[in-house]
Structures are given as C-alpha cells and as structure tokens.
T-cell receptor, first 115, second 115 residues
Framework: AQKVTQAQTEISVVEKEDVTLDCVYE???????LFWYKQPPSGELVFLIR??????QNEISGRYSWNFQKSTSSFNFTITASQVVDSAVYFC????????????FGTGTRLTIIP | EAQVTQNPRYLITVTGKKLTVTCSQN?????MSWYRQDPGLGLRQIYY???????DKGDVPEGYKVSRKEKRNFPLILESPSPNQTSLYFC??????????????FGQGTRLTVV
C-alpha cells in the first residue's frame, strides 16, 4: 500500500524567512511519481511540481526548491524568502507507476507567513 | 483554456435526497478521478476511471457511484447522502500518455453539506 506522511501539520514563519516542508513516502513500486500541490485559502489545488522516481536531481523554480532523496524516501519542499502569498496548505502526493490515475495524498501542511 | 469544470460549487442538501455532482474536462484526457478532502485527512480517492466505461473503486467508495459514458464527463452520484458525506469534493483528469502525463488537473471543488 502507498502512503505519504507530512508530519508537520502547521508551520508559522515570519515573512522573508526560509521554510522547509517535509514529505516522506512509502511505496513498493520501482517506478512512481511525486507531486506537490498548493491549496490557497480560495480552495483550488495548484500544481507545483512532478518528479519521477528515476530523476533524483534537485529542482529550483524561483524561490521554490525541491530535494528528492530516494535513500530516505523523502521529497522535501523549501520556500526561500517566504512571502505572505505563500500562506496556504501544501500537499505532497504519490502517483502509481502508471502516473496520475491514482494519487495518494499526505494530510497537508498549513503554512502561515506572518507579515 | 484547459480546464476541469465541476458543478455545483456549493450544495446544501438533506439526508437521503439523491444528488449528482458533474465533472467535465476539455483536454481529451483518459484518466478521471474523484477525491474528497476532509480536515486532517488530506485528499482521498473515491473512484477513478481509466477510460470510457472503465471505472474502479478508490480508497473510500462507499456511498458513491460513478459512470463514464463519455470521455469528457465523469459525474459523481450520491444515491442517499448522509451527513458523513459532508466534504469538499474534487474532480481530476490527466493524460494516459507518459510524455503528456505531467500533472493531474483539478476542478475548483464542490463543497457539499448534508444536513
């Protein structure tokens, strides 16, 4: 069975601080996909990144970066120089070896950026 | 514009009164899914479909029905809603093609309250 654990339920940081959201996953598949989605207060789900299990390169997109480590089954997400607009619930998700037909989500981390 | 459209966005109903939440996508995607989001539980998959007339249960299918008669539509049916089905529901679609299979596109969500 697949499982995603986001141990941090809520995090609050002061604006401009860096913050890392943790994600640990469990799967028996050799090919799988990992995702991060953002859910702002308006409620929609915003896709941030997809990473397949064969690509362990870290990725940077502006203030966002992701650290994928198969050895520890983790896919952590760092926001550098946080801004109030980053306040949201962030979900990590695990896809099967087919892709996106079935996503297993973590319980989410509520991030609050304090001005 | 590529999108997944759910209707209605908000719905309050009474116990036992059958209802349908519609979902439509304009991207010719093969995969479609329904998820429910509950506080502290993240998103959990209800049903998914890998193509027309092909559906299967997700993690929490009890009390729900789906059908996939056309590729673009995937309605969620609650034959006899109960208060424990009060939740935020999301429809998602994605492509079967690995070269296009970058993300699951989510609808805006339907907030359902059963009283």
């Amino acid at each position: 069975a697949q499982k995603v654990t986001q141990a941090q339920t809520e995090i609050s940081v002061v604006e401009k601080e860096d913050v890392t959201l943790d994600c640990v996953y469990e799967t028996r598949d050799t090919t799988y996909y990992l995702f991060w989605y953002k859910q702002p207060p308006s409620g929609e789900l915003v896709f941030l990144i997809r990473r397949n299990s064969f690509d362990e390169q870290n990725e940077i997109s502006g203030r966002y970066s992701w650290n994928f480590q198969k050895s520890t089954s983790s896919f952590n997400f760092t926001i550098t120089a946080s801004q109030v607009v980053d306040s949201a619930v962030y979900f990590c998700a695990l896809g099967s070896n087919f892709g996106n037909e079935k996503l297993t989500f973590g319980t989410g981390t509520r991030l609050t950026i304090i001005p | 514009e590529a999108q997944v459209t759910q209707n209605p966005r908000y719905l309050i109903t009474v116990t036992g009164k059958k209802l349908t939440v519609t979902c439509s996508q304009n991207m010719n995607h093969e995969y479609m899914s329904w998820y429910r989001q509950d506080p502290g539980l993240g998103l959990r998959q209800i049903y998914y479909s890998m193509n027309v007339e092909v559906t299967d249960k997700g993690d929490v299918p009890e009390g729900y029905k789906v059908s996939r008669k056309e590729k673009r539509n995937f309605p969620l049916i609650l034959e006899s809603p109960s208060p424990n089905q009060t939740s935020l529901y999301f429809c998602a679609s994605s492509s079967q093609r690995q070269d296009l299979n970058t993300e699951a596109f989510f609808g805006q969500g339907t907030r359902l309250t059963v009283v």
